[in-house]
Nanobody, 119 residues
Framework: QVQLTESGGGLVQTGGSLRLSCAHS????????MGWFREAPGKEREFVAA????????TYADSVKGRFTLSTDNAKKTGYLQMNALKPEDTAVYYC????????????WGQGTPVTVSS
């Protein structure tokens, strides 16, 4: 069973940056997609971004395009979500998740890491 462990959340001022990390426990992650989601207080969990591990094909929600960037480090078995130009509306608990390519739903979830952007 693959496990995901996130880190990197915290408190930042508007316009600041944070980098979230998501480490996986799989022997090989080649056939996986790593996704990022967030859940703000009182709101439903929403999609933020995703990357195919092998081809590094990325997808971003419109609300974060141009501000957030995905990357991966295969040697460290870690994916990253670089978040720049943060806004108060980015405040949420951020989750990384994984699914096999071709699967509809993400089946493995991390524990979440909180991000608070102060105005």
């Amino acid at each position: 069973q693959v496990q995901l462990t996130e880190s990197g959340g915290g408190l930042v001022q508007t316009g600041g940056s944070l980098r979230l990390s998501c480490a996986h426990s799989a022997l090989t992650f080649t056939n996986y997609v790593m996704g990022w989601f967030r859940e703000a207080p009182g709101k439903e969990r929403e999609f933020v971004a995703a990357i195919t591990w092998s081809e590094r094909i990325t997808t971003y929600a419109d609300s974060v395009k141009g501000r957030f960037t995905l990357s991966t480090d295969n040697a460290k078995k870690t994916g990253y979500l670089q978040m720049n130009a943060l806004k108060p509306e980015d405040t949420a608990v951020y989750y990384c998740a994984a699914k096999l390519r071709g699967q509809k739903n993400y089946v493995v979830w991390g524990q979440g890491t909180p991000v608070t952007v102060s105005s």
